[in-house]
């Protein structure tokens, strides 16, 4: 028999609830408060912007005639939103620079407005035992999905980099599943955020492994300058190979390989900007008459590598052996990453 009813509660009713004791935070089952202000500030964006937060579960009871609202799951959520109303913390720059380093009390009156009516949803327990609360609270977590390293880095960091990251993944996501680098399947667990961080890295520290990657995070966390010269570069990258490769093209050319792909990146943005790991290698300009050229080079390329593993064949271009090999093995590795852009700047060099 279903004991529960699924509402929704304004902020406003959280916040008056609080005030007049009637809401608990601190059960003997739920988690301490740990949210770092990053976090906070992440939530606060996410509300502010009018866009979904989880569910928190609610078990009311009767105190002396007043209802008492328990919260069994979601605690963190609520404490940070009425910390935040309190005036406890700022909006981070990192996630909103319109409001940046602005409390509650310090936002346009018609924005604290549309706060407070801002509504939770909430599944509600009625008269439930402290057991069954238990239960229902080990239940939630049974169900948790053990996260894979990516989500693992968009649990952990909040700032700078992660930020400019997802972005640059939202706004790249349908090139890259239209054009075969990543799938639908695949960007429901971050494929798309993972593509992002490797190939933004590389603009900010050069070409790198991709176990670097979340050094990246914590190191460029607060450091706005550094991230937001990369993300205007990965644009003019991504704008050229773009107009090179169409997605109904480049799903058809190896360069949809998601190592191909790091490689063709790293090797126009060298061409473009030079980036770190490929000093020794030529930065032929690029612009918009030799594109063709460009792309002629790119399709024999892929033609050259589909010829030798096709037929299981060793390349008979030491060159070409080379870059195959690093096509073929250890793929994320850097000393591979660093071969593969190397050799396609050189091919690129000679054909302009």
């Given at each position: 028999?279903?004991?529960?009813?699924?509402?929704?509660?304004?902020?406003?009713?959280?916040?008056e609830?609080?005030?007049?004791?009637?809401?608990?935070?601190?059960?003997?089952?739920?988690?301490?408060s740990?949210?770092?202000?990053?976090?906070?500030?992440?939530?606060?964006?996410?509300?502010?912007?009018?866009?979904?937060?989880?569910?928190?579960?609610?078990?009311?009871?009767?105190?002396?005639?007043?209802?008492?609202?328990?919260?069994?799951?979601?605690?963190?959520?609520?404490?940070?939103?009425?910390?935040?109303?309190?005036?406890?913390?700022?909006?981070?720059?990192?996630?909103?620079?319109?409001f940046?380093g602005?409390?509650?009390?310090?936002?346009?009156?018609e924005?604290?407005?549309?706060?407070?009516?801002y509504?939770?949803?909430?599944?509600?327990?009625?008269?439930?035992?402290?057991?069954?609360?238990?239960?229902?609270?080990?239940?939630?977590?049974?169900?948790?999905?053990?996260?894979?390293?990516?989500?693992?880095?968009?649990?952990?960091?909040?700032?700078?980099?992660?930020q400019?990251?997802?972005?640059?993944?939202?706004?790249?996501?349908?090139?890259?599943?239209?054009?075969?680098?990543?799938?639908?399947?695949?960007?429901?667990?971050?494929?798309?955020?993972?593509?992002?961080?490797?190939?933004?890295?590389?603009?900010?520290?050069?070409?790198?492994?991709?176990?670097?990657?979340?050094?990246?995070?914590?190191?460029?966390?607060?450091?706005?300058?550094?991230?937001?010269?990369?993300?205007?570069?990965?644009?003019?990258?991504?704008?050229?190979?773009?107009?090179?490769?169409?997605?109904?093209?480049?799903?058809?050319?190896?360069?949809?390989?998601?190592?191909?792909?790091?490689s063709?990146?790293?090797?126009?943005?060298?061409?473009?900007?030079?980036?770190?790991?490929?000093?020794?290698?030529?930065?032929?300009?690029?612009?918009?008459?030799?594109?063709?050229?460009?792309?002629?080079?790119?399709?024999?390329?892929?033609?050259?590598?589909?010829?030798?593993?096709?037929?299981?064949?060793v390349?008979?271009?030491?060159?070409?052996?080379?870059?195959?090999?690093?096509?073929?093995?250890?793929?994320?590795?850097?000393?591979?990453?660093?071969l593969?852009?190397?050799f396609?700047c050189?091919?690129?060099?000679?054909?302009?």
């Open positions: 028999m279903k004991n529960f009813d699924t509402r929704a509660y304004n902020i406003s009713d959280f916040v609830w609080d005030a007049t004791s009637l809401l608990e935070l601190s059960p003997q089952f739920q988690r301490r740990v949210w770092t202000e990053k976090a906070k500030s992440y939530l606060i964006d996410t509300i502010i912007r009018g866009k979904p937060i989880p569910k928190v579960l609610i078990t009311q009871t009767l105190n002396l005639g007043r209802n008492v609202r328990t919260v069994v799951d979601g605690q963190q959520r609520l404490r940070a939103i009425l910390s935040f109303i309190k005036g406890d913390f700022k909006i981070s720059r990192a996630h909103n620079r319109e940046a602005r409390r509650y009390a310090e936002l346009p009156e924005v604290q407005s549309e706060f407070l009516k509504e939770i949803g909430v599944d509600m327990l009625f008269d439930l035992s402290f057991e069954d609360i238990l239960d229902v609270f080990a239940r939630l977590n049974t169900y948790s999905v053990k996260l894979n390293p990516q989500e693992l880095l968009n649990a952990q960091y909040l700032g700078f980099f992660k400019s990251a997802y972005h640059l993944g939202f706004r790249y996501v349908r090139y890259w599943i239209e054009g075969g680098v990543v799938s639908e399947k695949t960007v429901t667990r971050m494929a798309e955020a993972e593509l992002s961080s490797d190939l933004l890295g590389a603009l900010v520290e050069g070409v790198q492994s991709k176990k670097a990657i979340p050094n990246l995070y914590k190191k460029y966390d607060d450091d706005e300058n550094v991230v937001a010269r990369a993300e205007e570069q990965f644009d003019s990258v991504m704008a050229v190979i773009g107009e090179v490769y169409p997605t109904d093209e480049l799903m058809v050319s190896n360069f949809a390989r998601i190592h191909f792909f790091y063709l990146f790293c090797s126009v943005a060298h061409c473009m900007f030079g980036i770190g790991g490929l000093e020794d290698a030529p930065r032929p300009a690029l612009n918009q008459q030799n594109l063709g050229v460009l792309r002629s080079v790119l399709d024999e390329i892929s033609a050259r590598y589909d010829e030798v593993t096709a037929k299981d064949a390349a008979p271009d030491d060159d070409y052996r080379a870059f195959i090999e690093a096509s073929r093995r250890a793929t994320t590795d850097l000393s591979s990453r660093k593969r852009s190397t396609i050189e091919l690129i060099n000679r054909a302009l």
